[in-house]
């Protein structure tokens, strides 16, 4: 199924959402997919071909598989739009709750179906290329930062309690009287 052409100023967004594209870290990132799972995808970062080696989920559950076995006991071979698009579901499902990838570094299943955001599916297998080691697999760009938890003794917690926050202070004064929130203007001769 095939979208019609945007115009106007979607269109423009549209552009600008396939601008951000990098086909280096595409190639990048299918050489890192090809070694993991031992898979030969096509490792062409060009846009159309880096979209056309993924469009069917397969090559993503397979991934998913090699990180962590049996995480999609079924993958979907049945060229069906729907049994493909199951597949890029079973991934997005795996790099939600296995592999905790945040929404704002995840996409839809539109966006790699119907070619919407080349960009937001790159992004998310950068995220899951750094998080390999989670799996004991190679990482694929910058470490993860992880936080330091903290040990606050009850007194520490409590040593704020006396303190007035700036927040808290004093208006001085000041009110609102005067203001005249959705009166009409009135304009005199």
């Known amino acids: ?53 993924l469009k069917d989920g397969i090559a993503l559950c397979k991934l998913a598989n090699a990180l962590k076995p049996g995480t999609i006991p079924k993958i979907n071979t049945m060229q069906t739009p729907f049994k493909l698009m199951e597949n890029i579901n ?16 995840s ?3 539109s966006d790699l179906w119907d070619g919407q955001d080349p960009n937001s599916v790159l992004v998310c297998l950068s995220a ?27 007194e520490q917690l409590r040593a704020g309690d006396g303190i007035i926050g700036l927040q808290a202070g004093s208006n001085k004064g000041a009110s609102q009287a005067g203001m005249n929130m959705g009166n009409t203007r ?3 001769d």
């Open 128 to 154: 899951l290329a750094r998080r390999a080691d989670k799996f004991g697999k190679p990482t694929l760009g910058p470490k993860e930062a992880v936080g330091e938890k903290k040990n606050w003794t009850e």
């Open 186 to 188: 009135h304009i005199v």
């Open 107 to 109: 996409f839809m299943t």
């Open 1 to 53: 199924m095939s979208r019609a052409t945007k115009s106007g100023f979607a269109a423009e967004a549209q552009k600008k959402i396939k601008d951000k594209y990098n086909p280096a870290l595409a190639t990048e990132i299918l050489e890192w997919v090809n070694n993991v799972s031992g898979q030969s995808v096509s490792t062409d970062g060009d846009m159309d071909a880096f979209m056309a080696s």
């Open 90 to 105: 079973f991934f997005l499902l795996f790099v939600d709750k296995e592999v905790g990838i945040p929404k704002t570094e």
